[in-house]
C-alpha cells in the first residue's frame, strides 16, 4: 500500500547502519562516518512541448536546470534523538567552461535531542546529515550519516518539490492527464 | 478538478468549529502514516555483504522494516482561519517518533506564517496539535473557542511519514488504493556504502 504515495510521498533514499560495516567498503571505522550517494531526478521534463518560434518565451528554455527540495529525517538509538533536515539543491549549466554546476542549501531544520549527546550535542543544530555534491552532471548526491553509535543510526531521505520530471499542466504541455488518473477499480 | 490535488498535498483533516456556540474548547483526532511498513522497499537478497548494504539494513531495521518502522517523522502544514476576530495562520510542523520514547513521540514546529488578523484575533492560542496516542500515531488537534479566534482548521500532509512510495534501488510497484506507480529509472539508484 501506498495512498500517500500516491499523493505525492515520495522516498529516494534510506540506510540503517546500526551494524557496523567491516569490510572496509566504507569511510570511517567503528563509530565513525558511514556515507552513501543517491542521485537526484534530472531527466528532462517530457511533458512540455517546447514551441517552434523563437518568439516564444518557452523557446531555448532548457529543462536540464532543476531544482530539488528534499528533505532527510534521521534518528538515533543510543545518544537518541531525531532531526529533519530541509535541503535545496539547484543545478545549472555554465555555457562556458564549466559544464553543470550545482549547489546544495539547506533551509529548515527541527531536532529533539532525546540525550544531550545526540547528533553533536549541545542546543545547536545537528552536526549530521551532511550531503555534498560528487557529480553535478548526473546530480549524485553525498549523504554522510555521522557514526552508529553516537549520531544518527537510521536515516530517510523524502523528495519534496521541484522541476525536474515533474509534469508539466500549464501552457505548452504534450500530455496533460500523463500518470494522472485514478482507477476506482483498485480499491483495498 | 483536483488536478494538482492528484498529485500533492492531500488534506489529511478537517474541521470546523464555526457552528460550537457554546463557546467551549473543540477537538478533532486523527491518524498519520507513521507505522505502515513501506511494501515499496524491497531488501536485497544478494551480493557481497549484502547484509550490511544500507537498503537492505533500512528494510529490516529501518524505515522498512515489516513489523513497523520504530522511528519516523512526517511533515504537516495546518493553516487555521477565523471569521469574526478574523485572521489566519499556517503553521508547519514535523511529528517525529523514535523508540525510545515510544510512549510519547514528540511535535516540533518548523516555521509559521500570520496573516491578515484583526486585533482580537488570538493567533497564538487558536490551536494546538498535541501527540493523542503514540502508539497509533493518532494526533489532536484542539481550538480553544469557536468566534474569537480560528475556527476552520485544515491539516495538510506535506512529506515524510511511512506510507510512501519507495524509488530508489530496489524499489518496485507499488499497490493498494490511490497507489501511483513512481516510474523506477536505475539512473537513479542508491550506492552500497562508500
Given amino acids: 500500500m501506498a495512498l500517500i504515495g500516491g499523493n505525492g510521498g515520495i522516498l529516494i533514499a ?11 567498503g566504507h ?3 567503528n563509530g565513525g562516518a558511514m556515507q552513501f550517494d543517491f542521485y537526484l531526478p534530472v531527466d528532462v521534463q517530457d511533458t512540455i512541448t517546447l514551441p517552434s518560434s523563437t518568439m516564444d518565451p518557452r523557446s531555448n528554455y532548457n529543462t536540464g536546470f532543476t531544482v530539488h527540495y528534499i528533505a532527510t529525517h534521521s534518528s538515533g538509538t543510543y545518544y537518541w534523538g531525531n532531526n529533519w533536515k530541509e535541503w535545496v539543491i539547484m543545478r545549472r549549466y555554465d555555457n562556458g567552461s564549466a559544464g553543470w554546476s550545482a549547489s546544495i ?13 545526540f547528533n553533536g550535542g549541545g ?3 545537528g552536526t549530521w546529515p551532511t550531503l555534498t555534491l560528487q557529480n553535478a552532471s548526473t546530480l549524485q548526491i553525498r549523504c554522510r550519516i555521522g557514526g552508529d553509535y553516537w549520531n544518527s543510526n537510521r536515516i530517510e531521505v523524502y523528495y519534496l518539490g521541484g522541476s525536474a520530471e515533474s509534469p508539466m499542466i500549464g501552457q505548452g504541455q504534450s500530455h496533460p492527464d500523463y500518470n494522472y488518473h485514478v482507477d476506482t477499480t483498485y480499491s483495498e | 478538478m483536483a488536478l494538482i490535488g492528484g498529485m500533492k498535498g492531500p488534506i489529511i483533516a478537517a474541521f470546523s468549529s464555526q457552528d460550537n456556540t457554546d463557546n467551549v474548547p473543540k477537538q478533532m483526532d486523527f491518524i498519520v502514516p507513521m507505522k505502515t511498513p513501506i511494501d515499496t522497499l524491497v531488501s536485497p537478497t544478494s551480493g557481497t555483504y549484502y547484509t550490511q548494504d544500507p537498503v ?5 531495521n529501518g524505515i522498512g522494516r515489516a513489523a513497523g518502522p520504530l522511528s519516523a517523522a512526517i511533515k504537516l502544514g495546518i493553516h487555521a482561519t477565523g471569521g469574526y476576530y478574523y485572521g489566519q495562520l499556517y ?26 488578523n484583526y486585533g482580537s484575533f488570538d493567533s ?5 496539535l498535541t501527540i493523542q496516542d503514540n502508539s497509533t500515531a493518532k494526533l489532536r488537534v484542539r481550538q480553544d473557542k469557536d468566534y474569537f479566534t480560528a475556527n476552520q482548521v485544515k491539516v495538510y500532509y506535506l512529506g515524510g511519514g511511512t506510507d510512501v512510495t519507495f524509488v530508489g534501488r530496489n524499489g518496485v510497484s507499488a499497490s493498494g488504493l490511490g497507489s501511483r506507480s513512481a516510474d523506477y529509472d536505475n539512473r537513479y539508484y542508491q550506492t552500497f556504502w562508500v
Fill in chain 1, 123 to 125: 542546543s545547536g543544530s
Fill in chain 1, 27 to 29: 569511510d570511517g571505522s
Fill in chain 2, 56 to 60: 537492505y539494513r533500512a528494510y529490516v
Fill in chain 1, 105 to 117: 542549501a539547506q533551509v529548515a531544520e527541527v531536532i529533539h535531542r532525546g540525550h544531550p549527546s
Fill in chain 2, 91 to 116: 503553521r508547519e510542523y514535523i511529528y517525529f517518533r523514535n523508540e525510545n520514547a515510544s510512549s510519547t513521540g514528540y511535535i516540533m514546529q518548523l516555521s509559521e506564517q500570520v496573516g491578515d
Fill in chain 2, 124 to 128: 497564538s492560542s487558536d490551536f494546538t
Fill in chain 1, 14 to 24: 534510506c540506510a540503517e547502519s546500526n551494524v557496523y560495516a567491516s569490510n572496509g
